[in-house]
């Protein structure tokens, strides 16, 4: 069965820290991952992309990188802001299914002042 | 460019009653997606649309219809709202299965 497990569920870290975020999956075959961020009240915006060829992908303070022989993924977020306070979704393509796309049921960070 | 659409933002409705949430994209993308999110679940696919005239089942179609008569617009009707329908409902976007998506700021349902 196609999975998407994220780690942790939540995490609460100060203003200026680094943290990660992990993602594991079953997907199979694989055709990309996705990272997403939904701030609360507001729909998902795509973070980054990366296919199987691709280990290390950035947007601005957030990198995410990917082991497709482990089927790993993780989002690290460097010197955090208040506006890191989202939800964030790793989103996997190319397994079965009606559309494809298996989600993980997201992490939601807060960023402490 | 508007991006995705959706209306209403939020709505109330009583059990039985009928309702279309209406979503519209104005980027000329073929692959168009309805989702469900509720607490602790993820977001659900209900149904998705490959283009105008083609519409298919997701992983939770049961209570809602949809149609795609045209290439922007993709409309999500409740046939007769159940308080298990109380969800946030969000309409998605892409140039085809393999791109990333882009996202409607959502609808919250509520069904007394």
């Known amino acids: 069965k196609n999975q998407v497990e994220q780690s942790p569920q939540s995490l609460i870290i100060l203003e200026g820290k680094n943290c990660t975020l992990q993602?594991?999956?079953?997907?199979?075959?694989?055709?990309?991952l996705r990272w997403y961020k939904q701030d609360t009240g507001r729909g998902p915006v795509s973070l980054t992309i990366m296919t199987f060829s691709e280990n290390t992908k950035s947007n601005g303070r957030y990198t995410a990188t990917l082991d497709a022989d482990t089927k790993q993924s993780s989002l690290h977020i460097t010197a955090s802001q208040l506006s890191d306070s989202a939800s964030y979704i790793c989103?996997?393509?190319?397994?079965?299914?009606?559309?494809?796309?298996?989600f993980g049921k997201g992490t939601h960070l807060i960023i402490q002042p | 460019n508007a991006g995705v659409t959706q209306t209403p933002k939020f709505q109330v409705l009583k059990t039985g009653q009928s309702m279309t949430l209406q979503c519209a994209q104005d980027?000329?993308?073929?692959?168009m997606s309805w989702y469900r999110q509720d607490p602790g679940m993820g977001l659900r696919l209900i149904h998705y649309s490959v283009g105008a005239g083609i519409t298919d089942q997701g992983e939770v179609p049961n209570g809602y219809n949809v149609s795609r008569s045209t290439t922007e617009d993709f409309p999500l009707r409740l046939l007769s709202a159940a308080p298990s329908q109380t969800s946030v409902y969000f309409c998605?976007?892409?140039?085809?299965?393999?791109?990333?998506?882009?996202f409607g700021p959502g609808t919250r349902l509520t069904v007394l």
């Open positions: 993602c594991n999956y079953t997907v199979s075959p694989f055709s990309n």
């Open positions: 980027m000329n993308h073929e692959y």
């Open positions: 989103v996997v393509s190319g397994g079965g299914g009606a559309d494809g796309l298996t």
């Open positions: 998605a976007s892409s140039y085809s299965k393999q791109r990333g998506q882009f």
